[in-house]
């Protein structure tokens, strides 16, 4: 957004985006869940009271190799 635009204008921007978000999160989201594709498996992960967010990126080999070669690169990056 151009910073010489009309205060008005940013905050209404910044209105919209913070309206987004919650739309987002308490519409969509919910509406996501109730799926048929998407239910058996957040049911499976709320009866199992698994934290999805966590067990994702700890778990996954492929995401272990990557952050290892991630931490290599930047540790031995030509300078």
């Not at 913070?18 to 109730?34: H, N, R, T």
């Not at 290892?68 to 990056?77: R, V």
Request: charge should be negative; proline fraction near 6%; include cysteine.
């Amino acid at each position: 957004m151009d910073p010489n635009s009309p205060l008005s204008k940013r905050i209404g921007g910044l209105l919209a985006s913070i309206a987004g978000c919650l739309l987002m999160i308490y519409v969509i989201g919910p509406w996501l869940d109730s799926l048929s594709a998407i239910k058996p498996l957040a049911d499976f992960i709320e009866e199992r009271d698994i934290n999805a967010n966590a067990y994702y990126y700890t778990e996954v080999a492929e995401f272990s190799d990557a952050e290892l070669n991630m931490k290599n690169t930047m540790t031995y990056m030509p300078k």
